[in-house]
């Protein structure tokens, strides 16, 4: 999208400027970054409940009788073996191995999934899937247009949408989805997300989203829900220790070099995009790891950002990826690949250069925060 173009808006826009959003374009989007404080926002998520309109994300239908086996070839997951009615994180590969989106499939019936790309790589992904799909009788659609998608996570959560809905939640498992309606709007309902909360994200036509998130404020309205941006969405991920394309996932990194090799799964049936060269990094990965992805918790109160030099005994050993301080811990947090030397939990001496100055940071596993089931 070129600078010259108005940015998209969601069929929500009036409604978030109607609230006092601040609103901020986000990848081609005008999308809310927060309504009051994000602080409060990322709290409420945490111990109540929040509701965001993600309407930015990119869906791509992909239809027919050879669906699976383009998804199976064209991905690195094992799409093939996704049962109707659940859905699968995965990630889309160059021949060379680099990530081109991190993304989440949902198999909607025998011959239909929905793969739900990030806003950012809505048009790389779909053009690489049309790409891809020669010689498999399936279609690939741009359904952009035709999904608004909003999330309520937290814990109150669950209570909030049984008191909208007959859809069997609690038979509903993280990483399924399935059809119902919500407030009278037909929508798919999926126990996902992206906060390290439960909750639900809900695909519904634009033209009821407004309808269905009046009456979801209004359902949340003793839990204590409140309306999110960007902004919380960010550390809530980041508190998760969730990846985001752009910062921690690119096309210079494979998803070995991501900690995330175990999406890739070479056991499936055929040749996909990029196994040659992952089996490569799988190998490179477990004999000599690059460096690793790692969290970092600040002594101080510096807040690192994504480039800053992780560095020990005077030497940069990692770049952070993400930072912000973090509310439910209290300290500044980040995500940051560093050698591997150095990527054991509780490694001495590591610290962050925050303009100039090197800043103490204590090494810890990834997450920051789990919740408690």
């Not at 839990?223 to 550390?235: F, H, I």
């Not at 600040?298 to 005077?314: D, F, H, L, Q």
Request: hydrophobic residues 40%; charged residues 25%.
């Amino acid at each position: 999208m070129s600078s010259s173009t108005e940015p998209r808006r969601t069929a929500l826009d009036a409604l978030h400027r109607a609230l006092g959003a601040t609103m901020t374009d986000f990848a081609g989007w005008d999308m809310p970054l927060r309504y009051g404080s994000e602080r409060d926002e990322h709290n409420a998520v945490r111990t109540r409940a929040g509701l965001f309109d993600l309407s930015h994300m990119g869906e791509i239908a992909v239809t027919g009788p050879q669906a699976a086996a383009l998804l199976d070839h064209a991905l690195v997951g094992n799409i093939g073996s996704v049962k109707p009615g659940r859905a699968r994180y995965t990630m889309i590969c160059r021949e060379d191995g680099g990530i081109l989106d991190d993304l989440i499939v949902y198999r909607l019936g025998d011959t239909e999934y929905l793969v739900v790309a990030n806003a950012s790589n809505a048009q790389v992904v779909l053009d690489a899937l049309r790409e891809r799909a020669a010689g498999f009788d399936a279609e690939v659609r741009d359904d952009r247009d035709a999904y608004a998608l909003l999330a309520v996570q937290g814990p109150e959560s669950p209570a909030i949408l049984k008191s909208l809905t007959d859809a069997d939640l609690d038979g509903l498992k993280y990483y399924a989805g399935l059809p119902g309606t919500v407030a009278g709007v037909p929508a798919l309902i999926a126990r996902t997300g992206y906060t390290g909360e439960d909750g639900f994200e809900l695909f519904v036509k634009p033209e009821h989203a407004v309808e269905l998130w009046q009456a979801l404020t209004k359902a949340g309205e003793g839990a204590g829900l409140v309306p999110c941006g960007l902004s919380c969405r960010d550390t809530l991920r980041l508190e998760a220790g969730m990846p985001l394309y752009g910062n921690e996932l690119s096309t210079s990194l494979t998803p070995f070099d991501a900690g995330l090799g175990r999406v890739v799964k070479f056991e499936k049936e055929g040749d996909f995009v990029g196994r040659a060269a992952l089996a490569e990094a799988a190998e490179r990965a477990a004999s000599e790891p690059p460096r690793v992805l790692v969290g970092l918790v600040a002594e101080g109160r510096r807040i690192p950002r994504s480039g800053y030099a992780v560095v020990a005994g005077g030497e940069v050993i990692g770049e952070v990826t993400s930072g912000a301080p973090s509310p439910t811990l209290g300290k500044p947090i980040a995500m940051a690949y560093v050698d591997a030397a150095h990527a054991a939990p509780g490694t001495e001496g590591v610290g962050v250069d925050i303009r100039g100055s090197h800043e103490p940071y204590e090494v810890v596993a990834l997450p920051f925060y789990k919740r408690q089931k």
